[in-house]
């Protein structure tokens, strides 16, 4: 509940602070003093948009502060899932900069007004005048419905599986489209993978052909050179080898003359048998090089394919021409079997739209199962309220399964015996409607389990016993919520356990609203002004005692 509210700054208000007690607690004053101004700083703590010009002071900060009891509500998993620090006592402050700039807090901690707007709507609700579009929404008549049929678990459990069946439909939704881009780009995809496949390449096999290119190309001239480099070695007169072997007697000799020599003649050794390898390889080089011209053609056809298909896909080396090999066969395959997953999707999707519809189906009946009790309970209220010829009926459309379920509500409303009842909203009169919906909090306030409820003027439209009955029903809901009322009714103010007075100072340059808690001696003067005005007679002070002692 709000133990205390503070605004700073705002509207016609330079500072204004109200402590509300938990139960029935009373506002009056005159038309303009300012009631409402209380109002929209109060929406500014539930989440409602900032404006720069709302401000008393343009180059002053505007500062809205709210102090509430919390600690009997559950809310700690709503802190704890936004991490926040959870206090018994939640300050919620929201700031207005002379820019135009708004911050909102929850506990000092900086937070979005989304957030806000959820602990807003669990801390309290407002009744207000423009509440009458609100009321015609069918959004917000089925969760009266939903409140009044206690099917929270019901609608938890549908919401899983509604987000169940949207996340398989979509899934679906995007097989449908792969699988129809897939075929369009099938057949496409199989040809350059045949072609592909058809080349039997193996990575490493371009570098291996060009070399065989360059030695196939130079072959004659190649197998020359070498042959020309044997006989300069192996000539039986001239050659290298003759000569060397000659050479090698004299180094035998003399390395009997000391270890210089000797070394000498072990490095003359190494040599020749290094030569000698090199002659027998050179040998085996000139005899396996051949002229061949169809190996030849053969090897520059293979490279010339290699080379067209990478210029075709923008590649440079049969490694990638692989690899976008790899990646067509993936496409290929996953084409071919794209049917059968999309299939099995289907039937996952058919199994989530069977357990949608199921839990729509038990969702709807526990909703139905309340119709003729909610109408019976609010026509009952109704009647108390002066209104004994008053209908209430609720319509039920089923519709295809959306987020709340399948059912379309519209809640239709006749104040008039004889008259059909119509949608809310285009039948009920100021009156009317402030006792409807004076109804519908009533028996909602339990189920809903709102800890604060502000009623603005619910009271227009009615007077004498009616409003007398309204109030009553007030003070039995004051007994479980705290009730803040602003009402015009002598009758109803004179019920609140605390009564707080909206005025306008005018004494400075500028008109301020100001608002005080009244003592008897002034409550039973408000209450007097209430019933005959400004100068009350002796009459009406004797009403106004009667109505607070009563």
């Known amino acids: ?138 959004s917000y008549q089925l969760s009266l419905i939903d409140a009044f049929a206690k099917v929270s678990k019901e609608k938890e459990a549908y919401s899983i599986q509604y987000h169940d069946y949207i996340k398989t439909q979509k899934k679906v939704r995007l097989l449908e489209q792969e699988k129809q881009q897939y075929q369009q780009e099938a057949d496409y995809n199989q040809f350059q993978l ?16 060009e070399a065989k290119e360059e030695l196939l190309n130079h072959a004659e001239e190649i197998k020359s050179r070498a042959s020309q480099a044997l006989d300069h070695l192996e000539n039986e007169e001239l050659g290298a080898m003759q000569q060397l072997a000659a050479a090698k007697q004299h180094f035998q000799y003399l390395q009997k003359f000391g270890k210089n020599f000797e070394d000498l003649n072990q490095r003359f ?61 993936d496409k290929v395959f996953k084409g071919d079997h794209l049917e059968e997953e999309l299939a099995n999707q289907q039937i996952l999707l058919n199994e989530t739209k069977e357990k949608l519809s199921a839990m729509g189906q038990k969702l709807s009946k526990k909703r139905q199962a309340i119709f003729n009790g909610f109408s019976r309970e609010i026509q009952s209220l109704l009647a108390q309220l002066g209104m004994e010829n008053a209908r209430v009926e609720i319509l039920r459309k089923e ?41 519908i909090k009533y028996v909602m306030a339990d189920k809903m389990a709102l800890p604060t409820l502000i009623f603005d003027e619910i009271d227009t439209g009615i007077s004498g016993e009616i409003a007398l009955q309204m109030v009553r029903m007030m003070q039995e809901i004051a007994t479980k919520h705290q009730v803040i009322c602003i009402s015009h009714l002598p009758q109803v103010a004179a019920k609140g356990e605390k009564h707080y007075f909206v005025f306008k100072d005018n004494s400075s340059k500028k008109t301020i609203s100001k608002i005080k808690l009244l003592n008897p001696e002034e409550r039973l003067l408000e209450i007097a002004k209430m019933i005959s005005g400004s100068n009350p007679s002796t009459t009406a002070f004797e009403n106004a005692k009667e109505l607070l002692t009563k």
Not at 403 to 425: R, T, Y
């Open 1 to 138: 509940m709000l133990t205390n509210l503070s605004i700073t700054n705002y509207a016609l208000i330079e500072k204004l602070e109200m402590e509300p007690c938990a139960g029935l607690n009373m506002i009056t004053g005159e038309t303009g003093a300012g009631k409402s101004i209380m109002l929209g700083a109060v929406g500014l703590l539930l989440g409602n948009r900032a404006d720069s010009k709302a401000l008393f002071d343009e180059q002053k900060k505007c500062i809205i502060e709210g102090v509430f009891n919390i600690q009997n509500y559950g809310l700690e998993r709503f802190f704890e899932k936004e991490e926040l620090d959870y206090e018994p006592a939640c300050i919620i402050r929201r700031e207005i900069s002379p820019s135009g700039k708004s911050r909102a807090f929850i506990n000092d901690t900086p937070v979005r007004l989304e957030n806000l707007k959820v602990l807003g709507k669990i801390l309290m609700d407002v009744h207000s005048q423009n509440e009458t579009l609100l009321l015609g929404a069918s």
């Open 269 to 329: 050794e190494s040599l020749l048998i290094e030569l000698n390898d090199i002659l027998e390889s050179l040998s085996l080089e000139e005899q396996e090089i051949e002229v061949d011209f169809e190996k030849s053609e053969w090897v520059r056809e293979r490279l010339s394919k290699i080379y067209q298909l990478q210029k075709k896909h923008g590649v440079q080396s049969d490694k990638e021409l692989l690899e976008l090999a790899s990646a067509l066969a």
């Open 194 to 209: 045949e072609e592909l496949s058809s080349l039997n390449l193996e990575e490493g096999e371009q570098a291996s052909l």
């Open 399 to 439: 519709v295809t399964a959306n987020e709340s379920g399948i059912d379309d509500i519209d809640i239709l409303f006749s104040a008039n015996k004889g008259i059909q009842p119509q949608p809310i909203g285009q039948v009920a009169s100021g009156g009317e409607f402030s006792r409807l919906m004076f109804a």
